[in-house]
C-alpha cells in the first residue's frame, strides 16, 4: 500500500532552516509529483510546491518563493523540503502529499510539526 | 486569504442535511475539476470527494458533490455526531500550476 512516512517534530529559532523529508513507498516514486502543504495550528491548507521527482524540476507556491527549496533523492524514494529564514508564522504542521489531479490515488503522509521559538 | 472562498462554519442536528460551498475563478475550478477533504482534529485530512463528484471507495453515499461553473458544494445527507470535522475544498489552478485550497469549513454537528 502506498505510504508516506514523515520525518519528526522539529524546534528551531526564528532565521533558522528546517529540512523535512518524506519517505515514500507502495508506488513508482519517480511516477508522481510530491506536493508539500503547510498548515498554520488553527489555520487552513495551504500549498507551498511541488516537485517532480523524475526530473527533480520544482514550482513553488510566490507565498514561499525564495525561502523553500525542494529536493529528492530516488535512490530512497524520499523527498526533502528545506524553508528558511524561519519566523514564528511558520510555526505549522507541514504534509507532503501525492496529490495526482483528477485521481483517487491521494495520499498524504502523517505530517511534521515545525515549533519556531527563541 | 485563501484562493477558494468556502464558509468558515456550519452546522446541522443530527439527521439533518447541510450543504458548503466553494467559489472559485476561472483558473481552477472554472478550468478543473474540484476535491473535497474531510480532516479530525490531529489527523491529516482525508479524500472524501474527487473529480467533482466522486468518492473514494469506504466514503459513505450521504456525501455528495457537484460543481457549477467557478463554483462547487459538498452535502451531507444524515448528519452524524462523527460528520463534525473541518472540511476543506481543492481545485488545481492552472495560472499557479498547483493546487489551491479553500479556508475551510468547520461543521458542528448540534
Known amino acids: 500500500q502506498v505510504q508516506l512516512v514523515q520525518s519528526g517534530a522539529e524546534l528551531k529559532r526564528p532565521g533558522a532552516s528546517v529540512k523535512v523529508s518524506c519517505k515514500a513507498s507502495?508506488?513508482?516514486?519517480?511516477?508522481?509529483?510530491i506536493h508539500w502543504v503547510r498548515q498554520a495550528p488553527g489555520q487552513g491548507l495551504e500549498w507551498m510546491g511541488w516537485i517532480n521527482p523524475k526530473s527533480g524540476r520544482t514550482n513553488y507556491a510566490q507565498n514561499f518563493q525564495g525561502r523553500v527549496t525542494m529536493t529528492r533523492d530516488t535512490s530512497i524514494s524520499t523527498a526533502y523540503m528545506d524553508l528558511s529564514r524561519l519566523t514564528s508564522d511558520d510555526t505549522a504542521v507541514f504534509y507532503c502529499?501525492?496529490?495526482?489531479?483528477?485521481?483517487?490515488?491521494?495520499?498524504w503522509g502523517q505530517g511534521t510539526l515545525v515549533t519556531v521559538s527563541s | 486569504q485563501s484562493v477558494l472562498t468556502q464558509p468558515p462554519s456550519a452546522s446541522g442536528t443530527p439527521g439533518q442535511r447541510v450543504t458548503i460551498s466553494c467559489s472559485g475563478s476561472?483558473?481552477?475550478?472554472?478550468?478543473?475539476?474540484v476535491n473535497w477533504y474531510q480532516q479530525l482534529p490531529g489527523t491529516a485530512p482525508k479524500l472524501l470527494i474527487y473529480?467533482?463528484?466522486q468518492r473514494p471507495s469506504g466514503v459513505p453515499d450521504r456525501f455528495s458533490g457537484s460543481k457549477s461553473g467557478t463554483s462547487a458544494s459538498l452535502a451531507i445527507s444524515g448528519l452524524q455526531s462523527g460528520d463534525e470535522a473541518d472540511y476543506y475544498c481543492a481545485a488545481w489552478d492552472d495560472s499557479l500550476n498547483g493546487w489551491v485550497f479553500g479556508g475551510g469549513t468547520k461543521l458542528t454537528v448540534l
Open positions: 507502495g508506488y513508482t516514486f519517480t511516477g508522481h509529483f
Open positions: 473529480t467533482n463528484n
Open positions: 502529499a501525492k496529490l495526482d489531479w483528477g485521481s483517487v490515488e491521494v495520499y
Open positions: 476561472s483558473s481552477n475550478i472554472g478550468s478543473n475539476t
